[in-house]
């Protein structure tokens, strides 16, 4: 595995470069960066302080990662961005490092993050994940695996989204979205069902969809308190792990955190 550093690249002498790493034109790699193996920088990118890129990854014109976050607390303390294995990066993603919060920004592996996505800081996406053009991530959000989210969503700070949820495009992202819904909406941001055909393609059983669906009939049908209808799952559906997993997410959340509903109440 051979690299390539075009002579008009600008790297820091304190970057590690793995094996096979080839990086663009005009690129500028500070130091305190580490790349993994075989990953491919294109021109133009800028890779600040602090960058951790895992192998295979490709990264294409104009991104800008690790940079500081944008954030009137952050007083320049240590801080990271770390991006997994195999995944793309397209045109001028900008993903900020931590901040004193949680110390990092983690981006997982195998993901799709289109062109002009921006992740700001202490945001955690796991992995398998495909964010399209033009999202908007605000501080401290989390994106579980195999999460969809459409072009041109905005999502709060400290908004979570399940895994295998799908979020549509030009939505408002402000409440929770829990695992194996789909989401969307602007001037309403709503639960508008089952993420059926997304769970069949990652090879889900009818009895699993089945069940789910049911949980969520419970939650957001049967006209229960959140709270009652959660105790609703609990007694009367079989404690699978997906079931399991919805009841986690709802726990999970701090005090005061809003979910999506069917409509906004």
Same mark, same amino acid.
């Given at each position: ?13 304190? %970057? ?7 990086? #663009? ?37 104009? %991104? ?10 952050? %007083? ?7 991006? #997994? ?10 993903? /900020? ?29 796991? /992995? ?64 508008? #069902? ?9 090879? &889900? ?53 809003? &979910?999506?509903?069917?409509? /906004? /109440?």
């Amino acid at each position: 595995m051979q690299s390539s550093i075009h002579a008009t690249a600008v790297i820091g002498p304190g %970057a590690v470069l793995a094996e096979g790493v080839c990086v #663009g034109p005009y690129t500028v790699i500070e130091d305190d960066v580490e790349i993994g193996a075989g990953t491919t920088v294109a021109s133009h990118v800028h890779i600040a302080s602090g960058a951790r890129i895992g192998s295979d990854c490709r990264i294409h014109s104009g %991104a800008v990662l690790a940079t500081e976050p944008q954030d009137l607390k952050f %007083a320049g303390e240590k801080t990271f961005l770390y991006v #997994g294995d195999r995944t793309v990066i397209r045109e001028c993603v900008t993903l /900020n490092r931590g901040t004193i919060a949680s110390g990092k920004t983690v981006v997982g592996s195998d993901n799709l993050i289109m062109a002009y996505v921006h992740a700001g800081h202490d945001c955690v996406i796991g /992995n398998h994940v495909i964010i399209a053009n033009s999202v908007q991530f605000g501080g401290h959000c989390e994106v579980g695996d195999y999460a969809v989210i459409g072009g041109l969503t905005g999502v709060h700070q400290f908004v979570r989204i399940g895994r295998f949820a799908m979020v549509g495009g030009i939505a408002r992202a402000s409440l929770d979205v829990p695992p194996f819904v789909m989401a969307g909406g602007h001037e309403s941001f709503r639960f508008e #069902g089952l993420n059926s055909i997304g769970l069949k393609r990652r090879g &889900f059983t009818s009895e699993k969809i089945t069940l789910i669906k049911d949980a969520y009939r419970i939650i957001f049908q049967s006209g229960l308190l959140l709270g009652n209808a959660l105790e609703k799952v609990k007694s009367e559906l079989p404690q699978e792990a997906e079931i399991i997993e919805i009841l986690d997410f709802f726990a999970s959340g701090s005090h005061g955190r809003k &979910f999506i509903r069917p409509f /906004n /109440n």
